[in-house]
Each structure stands twice: as structure tokens, then as C-alpha cells.
Nanobody, 120 residues
Framework: QVQLVESGGGLVQPGGSLRLSCTAS????????MGWYRQAPGKQRELVAV???????NYAGSVKGRFTISRDNAKDTAYLQMDSLKPEDTAVYYC??????????????WGQGTQVTVSS
């Protein structure tokens, strides 16, 4: 199993920046990708960004050019650098990882979430 712990959320003014961190523990050698999702009040959880163990990335259209996902495999940590934040970015941000082991189906794990609030 894998455990995920997020940190770095907080309150920021529009146009400001935050960096989220997600550290994995447990069977980390089975992780093939890590990502960030978010859920705003009254909204469904949505994909923000994902990165594979090889470094390939994908982003939601709403955050392209503003957010950057990265990963330090040696530290089992993923980061989300968020710049030019907008009020619509306000949400609880959840870390996610996908694991794979030969002979078994992939399994997803989730962190507890960290609140990001963008407001003046």
C-alpha cells in the first residue's frame, strides 16, 4: 500500500503563487504516476495535472501555462507550482498516485487534501 500526505495549501490573493507538495510512503517502487486533483464547493473532483515516473506531464486546459507539476523520485515527492492564481482555483487539492505490479491491476491512492483559497 501507499500513503500520501499533502502540504502547502493556504490563503493567497489573486495573482499570487503557492507550491503544493505530496510525499508518498509505503510501496513507493510500484508508483507509475502521481497527480493532483481538486474539488471546489458544489463541483465534481477534476484532474489538474499528472506526471509519470518517466517525467511525462498532462494538464487541465484551465491551468495550462499557470501550473507546473514536477516529481522527485528519490524523495517520493510530487510538487504543484501554482502561479497567477485565480478565485476559480479555490478548492481542496488532492494528491493521487497510480501503482502497478506485474500480475495485478493498477490501484489508485489518495491523500487527505489541502485547502487552497484565492481571495482578496
Amino acid at each position: 500500500q501507499v500513503q500520501l500526505v499533502e502540504s502547502g495549501g493556504g490563503l493567497v490573493q489573486p495573482g499570487g503563487s503557492l507550491r503544493l507538495s505530496c510525499t508518498a510512503s509505503g510501496s513507493t517502487t510500484t508508483i507509475v504516476s502521481m497527480g493532483w486533483y481538486r474539488q471546489a464547493p458544489g463541483k465534481q473532483r477534476e484532474l489538474v495535472a499528472v506526471i509519470t515516473s518517466g517525467g511525462s506531464t498532462n494538464y487541465a486546459g484551465s491551468v495550462k501555462g499557470r501550473f507546473t507539476i514536477s516529481r522527485d523520485n528519490a524523495k517520493d515527492t510530487a510538487y504543484l507550482q501554482m502561479d497567477s492564481l485565480k478565485p476559480e482555483d479555490t478548492a481542496v487539492y488532492y494528491c493521487n498516485c497510480e501503482t502497478f505490479r506485474v500480475g495485478r491491476r493498477p490501484t489508485d491512492y489518495w491523500g487527505q487534501g489541502t485547502q487552497v483559497t484565492v481571495s482578496s
